[in-house]
């Protein structure tokens, strides 16, 4: 029983924030290998990249592709037919003349089905500099917001979970008064059995509505967990249910109140992010000292975000962060999910300077210069919804210990190694 609980935890941990790595072989394969191996070349120079297309492991010859080159997210600059006599071809992509990232997409038409790859080069990105500006009174804005916030009573609610719960490990449902009064925020503590102090880390979720299962496994490695949803509803209701909501009044929920700065769904969102560690070092069982925040995507962004309103975190593991350099378009490059700038005519223009002031508060960017904790990196070149142009910009802009742990060909999925390199980081950063 013990084994098929570990599995159930595992299989939870990894099917929730995480979008798993494609099978790794479909019918027809395209290969892009560019010429460097780290894919990184210098400013100036010139990347090329080696396609082949294969079925059944074997180059298929007399097959003709179509790619296209540019940077990334951007509309291309080359588009050309090739035919592939050899079975391979080594198409030249040319260079860069300042830092970013340039992208070779390719696509085969093969009996009625048309398959398709990616792959990126970087240009020098560890010189990529923000484009999001930082407003002048950007820490007045979230001291006085953390203030106002901090007069509502954590009112807190916490309610077993039996057949969550192991031998070693207590798992309970638990709502936080957060925002307004009467506002709530969910989330699933794990918390050891045994009497003792222990480190914590606050899980921050991707993109989406969902129910959530939290993390016994930290609480059985001696670490505190606690999961949280960012929309004010309960966090162990049926799929069906949140499947309802995303498809209602939830719908694209990143885009609500964009216009103002006070009214900006996210307002809430990173309020609450504070509020769960206000419940998590008011814990007994915490050590007073270590305090952890992990995610990835849209829970990457709030790992920065936290580790930047927060002063009481001290390690910070973001996984391909969204929501960084989100103005990336007004200067002619990728910007960051959601990408609110890319297609300007959908906006009105009489509010396009209240979005760009908007997203200047709530930018990943501008709380990333605020961190003092280490901050652990994963991500990779190919990722086509959070751009690695938008995620430099975040990670250069970082004056604390920082390192990264790329996955090169990740197209915003994460690989198993990231996952257990994440937690490793983790957990050594908590019980130093």
Same mark, same amino acid.
């Given at each position: 029983m013990k084994k098929i609980l570990a599995l159930l935890i595992t299989?939870?941990?990894f099917s929730q924030g995480f979008s798993q790595p494609p099978p790794d072989h479909q019918w027809i394969e395209i290969v892009i290998s560019p010429n460097h191996s780290d894919w990184t070349y210098k400013v100036g120079e010139e990347a090329e990249f080696q396609v082949t297309v294969l079925k059944s492991n074997v180059a298929l010859r007399d097959i003709t592709i179509h790619y296209t080159m540019g940077p990334e997210r951007m509309d291309p600059q080359v588009s050309h037919d090739v035919l592939l006599t050899t079975g391979s071809v080594l198409l030249k992509a040319g260079s860069l003349d300042e830092p970013g990232f340039l992208?070779?997409?390719?696509?085969? !038409?093969? !009996?009625g089905k048309t398959?398709?790859?990616?792959?990126t080069a970087g240009f020098e990105p560890e010189k990529i500099t923000a484009t999001v500006e930082l407003p002048e009174d950007f820490n007045t804005f979230w001291s006085e917001a953390i203030e106002e916030n901090n007069k509502l009573p954590l009112d807190t609610k916490m309610t077993l979970i039996p057949d969550r719960c192991t031998e070693n490990v207590n798992v309970y449902h638990v709502s936080l008064q957060n925002w307004k009064r009467g506002a709530r925020l969910y989330g699933i503590l794990s918390v050891p059995k045994k009497e003792g102090k222990y480190p914590a880390v606050l899980k921050v979720p991707g993109a989406g509505i969902r129910s959530y299962y939290g993390d016994p496994q930290f609480a059985e490695d001696g670490i505190i967990s606690f999961e949280i @949803? #960012?929309? @004010? #509803?309960?966090v162990i209701m049926p799929q069906q249910s949140y499947d309802d909501l995303l498809a209602g009044w939830n719908n694209h929920y990143w885009n609500n109140g964009i216009e103002d700065k006070d009214d900006y769904f996210y307002k809430r969102v990173y309020l609450g992010c504070i509020k769960a560690n206000d419940f998590l070092t008011s814990l007994p069982q915490w050590d007073g000292k270590n305090l952890g925040v992990m995610g990835s995507s849209q829970g990457g962004a709030l790992s920065l975000i936290t580790a930047g309103l927060d002063k009481r975190v001290t390690c910070a593991a973001p996984v391909h962060p969204a929501m960084c350099d989100m103005t990336g378009y007004l200067h002619g490059r990728a910007g960051g999910w959601p990408h609110y700038l890319q297609d300007e005519s959908k906006w009105e223009r009489?509010?396009?300077a209240d979005i760009v002031e908007t997203l200047s508060y709530y930018d990943g960017v501008n709380f990333a210069k605020q961190i003092t904790a280490p901050v652990w990196f994963s991500f990779g070149y190919n990722d086509n919804v959070v751009?690695?142009?938008?995620?430099f910009a975040a990670y250069n802009s970082i004056k604390s210990p920082k390192e990264k742990f790329l996955a090169?060909?990740?197209?915003?999925?994460?690989y198993p190694e990231q996952q257990q390199a994440q937690r490793s980081w983790i957990m050594k950063m908590?019980?130093?």
């Open positions: 299989f939870c941990l992208r070779c997409e390719v696509s085969v !038409d093969y !009996d398959y398709r790859a990616w792959a @949803g #960012i929309h @004010g #509803i309960s009489a509010a396009h751009p690695p142009t938008s995620i090169l060909e990740s197209a915003h999925w994460v908590l019980k130093k």
